[in-house]
C-alpha cells in the first residue's frame, strides 16, 4: 500500500518528567532543531499507556506502536529473551529480565541494583558464560544466561520434565508484579527477595523454587568469579548478583506490523527489549551500535541507518535510547546533555537532509524525571511534523509547550499511531 507520506516515527527514552517539577530538562535544554519541529507541528501529549500507569519500557513500545499492551502483553523476559536472540520452550521454560548487582552476600543487601553502570558487556559477558547451563539440582531444572548491555541479561529458568508457569514475584524490590506487568515501587527495602509464587500452582512454585535456586548459586559463583576479584582490586564494585524480573513464559502474538498499517515497517534500536518487540511484532529490525561514546559519531550512524531504512520502508520506528540512564540516576544535566546531544548530532542532520513527503513524529515512551528516578505515569510531549499540516499555538518540544497543541491528551498511547496513520498517511 502506497502512503501520502513515508513516516519517521522517533521516541526519545524516558526524555519527559514530570509537570509538577519546577522545571523540566526539555524546558532547559538548548535543542532548537527539536523546538523548530514543534513550532511548524502539531502537538499534544500522551500518556503512554494510560493514567495512573507508570509503564516499564517493554509495555509502553508496544502501547507506541498501536496495540493494548494489556491484551497482546505476556511479560519483558520473553521479549528480551527474543532480543537476545533466544528461543523459548514455551510450558517448560520461563524468562526473566535480569540485572548484574552489587550485593552484600551475607545479608543479601542490595548495595547498586545495576552495579554502578560500570559493568562491560564483556566483563558480563564472561560471567553470564560461567552460569549458562547451570543445574538446579531439583525438579529436572536448568538454567539459562545470556548477557546483553552493560549490566542487563536474560536469564531463562526452565525443566526438562515438568510445566512451569511465569506467575512468580521478582527477586528484584525496585519492581511489583501487577499480574504480567511489573510497576516500579516508589519505595522498597533493599534486600534480594525470595521469589514467591503469585498463583496457588505446582507449576508457579515449581518456576519459583527454581529461580530461588538459581539465586543463591548465583551469588556463590559470581562473587568468588576472577572477574569480580579484579574488579575489587580496581576498587570497582563487583557484579556478584542476579536481580530477576518481569517472568514471562510465552511470546507475544499479535497482528504483525505490516499487515496493521499495510505497509513496510522497520524498527531501530540498540537495546533488546525493543529490538524483541521489532522482531516479535513482524518490523523489520535494524540493530544499532551501542553507544561508543562519542555523541556525534553514534547519531551520523543512526541518522545514515534511518535514511537507509527509510528507503525501503514506509514507517520507521527509532529508539534513541540517551536520556532515559540519567533521570534514573538523578542526572539532572546529563539527561540535559544527552537531549542537546540528540537534537544537535542527529535532529539536525534530519532536518538538512530531510527527504520530499517525510512526516515525523517526536514522543518519549514514558517519563523518567531525574527528582524521582524511576518511570512515572506523567504525559509525554508529542509533535507530528509534515509539510502540508500548519503548525499550532504551541513553540517548543517541551511538556508545558505541548500541552497547547491541537492534538491534545491523547489518553492511551496506543491510540497515537493509528490517529495520525488514519488522518495523514493514507
Keep these: 500500500m502506497s502512503l501520502k507520506y513515508k513516516l519517521l516515527y522517533l521516541v526519545l527514552d524516558g526524555a519527559a518528567d514530570r509537570l509538577s517539577d519546577p522545571s523540566t530538562t526539555l524546558e532547559k535544554a538548548y535543542k532548537p532543531n527539536l523546538d523548530k519541529l514543534a513550532k511548524y507541528g502539531l502537538c499534544g501529549l500522551m500518556y503512554s499507556?494510560?493514567?495512573?500507569?507508570?509503564?516499564?519500557?517493554?509495555?509502553?513500545?508496544?502501547?507506541?506502536?498501536?496495540?493494548?499492551?494489556?491484551?497482546?502483553?505476556?511479560?519483558?523476559?520473553?521479549?528480551?529473551?527474543?532480543?537476545?536472540?533466544?528461543?523459548?520452550?514455551?510450558?517448560?521454560?520461563?524468562?526473566?529480565r535480569a540485572n548484574f548487582a552489587t550485593i552484600d552476600p551475607a545479608s543479601k543487601r542490595i548495595i547498586d541494583r545495576r552495579?554502578?553502570?560500570?559493568?562491560?558487556?564483556?566483563?558480563?559477558?564472561?560471567?553470564?558464560e560461567k552460569l549458562d547451563g547451570m543445574e538446579l539440582g531439583t525438579h529436572d531444572g536448568y538454567a539459562r544466561v545470556k548477557a546483553t548491555i552493560g549490566h542487563r541479561a536474560v536469564v531463562i529458568i526452565g525443566s526438562r520434565s515438568r510445566r512451569l508457569s511465569p506467575m512468580v514475584e521478582n527477586n528484584d524490590p525496585a519492581y511489583v508484579r501487577k499480574g504480567l506487568i511489573s510497576v516500579a515501587a516508589r519505595d522498597f527495602q533493599p534486600f534480594?527477595?525470595?521469589?514467591?509464587?503469585?498463583?496457588?500452582?505446582?507449576?508457579?512454585?515449581?518456576?519459583?523454587?527454581?529461580?530461588?535456586?538459581?539465586?543463591?548459586?548465583?551469588?556463590?559463583?559470581?562473587?568468588?568469579?576472577?572477574?569480580?576479584?579484579?574488579?575489587?582490586?580496581?576498587?570497582?564494585?563487583p557484579a556478584n548478583a542476579i536481580l530477576l524480573r518481569d517472568a514471562g513464559g510465552s511470546i507475544p502474538r499479535a497482528q504483525p506490523l505490516k499487515e496493521k498499517y499495510k505497509c513496510g515497517f522497520a524498527v531501530l534500536a540498540e537495546m533488546p527489549v525493543e529490538l524483541g518487540i521489532g522482531r516479535i511484532f513482524g518490523a523489520d529490525t535494524i540493530v544499532l551500535n551501542p553507544p561508543s561514546g562519542d555523541p556525534r559519531r553514534d547519531y551520523e550512524e543512526r541518522f545514515e541507518a534511518t535514511m537507509k531504512a527509510l528507503s525501503r520502508s514506509?514507517?520507521?520506528?527509532?529508539?534513541?535510547?540517551?536520556?532515559?540512564?540519567?533521570?534514573?540516576?538523578?542526572?539532572?544535566?546529563?539527561?540535559?546533555?544527552?537531549?542537546?546531544?540528540?537534537?544537535?548530532?542527529?535532529?539536525?542532520?534530519?532536518?538538512?537532509?530531510?527527504?520530499?513527503r517525510l512526516a515525523v513524529v517526536v514522543t518519549a515512551d514514558h517519563a523518567t524525571p531525574p527528582s524521582v528516578r524511576a518511570h512515572t505515569d506523567d504525559p509525554v510531549p508529542v509533535v507530528f511534523n509534515t509539510e502540508s499540516v500548519p503548525?499550532?499555538?504551541?513553540?517548543?518540544?517541551?511538556?508545558?509547550?505541548?500541552?497547547?497543541?491541537?492534538?491534545?491528551?491523547?489518553?492511551?498511547?496506543?491510540?497515537?499511531?493509528?490517529?495520525?496513520?488514519?488522518?495523514?498517511?493514507?
Design 391 to 426: 503548525g499550532d499555538e504551541a513553540r517548543a518540544f517541551t511538556e508545558r509547550e505541548c500541552a497547547k497543541g491541537r492534538l491534545g491528551v491523547y489518553e492511551h498511547g496506543w491510540l497515537l499511531l493509528p490517529d495520525l496513520y488514519s488522518r495523514f498517511l493514507v
Design 115 to 128: 552495579v554502578g553502570r560500570s559493568l562491560s558487556s564483556e566483563e558480563a559477558r564472561v560471567l553470564a
Design 192 to 237: 534480594v527477595k525470595k521469589i514467591e509464587p503469585l498463583e496457588d500452582t505446582p507449576e508457579a512454585r515449581a518456576a519459583a523454587e527454581l529461580a530461588n535456586v538459581f539465586t543463591e548459586k548465583a551469588i556463590e559463583i559470581l562473587d568468588k568469579h576472577p572477574v569480580n576479584e579484579e574488579r575489587r582490586r580496581k576498587n570497582q564494585p
Design 49 to 96: 499507556v494510560g493514567k495512573g500507569v507508570a509503564p516499564e519500557s517493554d509495555e509502553a513500545v508496544i502501547s507506541l506502536l498501536g496495540y493494548d499492551p494489556h491484551e497482546v502483553y505476556t511479560g519483558r523476559g520473553p521479549i528480551e529473551a527474543v532480543g537476545a536472540g533466544l528461543s523459548l520452550r514455551e510450558g517448560f521454560e520461563v524468562a526473566f
Design 314 to 356: 514506509e514507517i520507521v520506528y527509532v529508539h534513541l535510547k540517551g536520556p532515559d540512564e540519567p533521570g534514573h540516576d538523578g542526572d539532572f544535566e546529563l539527561k540535559k546533555r544527552r537531549i542537546e546531544e540528540i537534537d544537535r548530532y542527529y535532529v539536525s542532520l534530519l532536518l538538512e537532509n530531510r527527504p520530499s
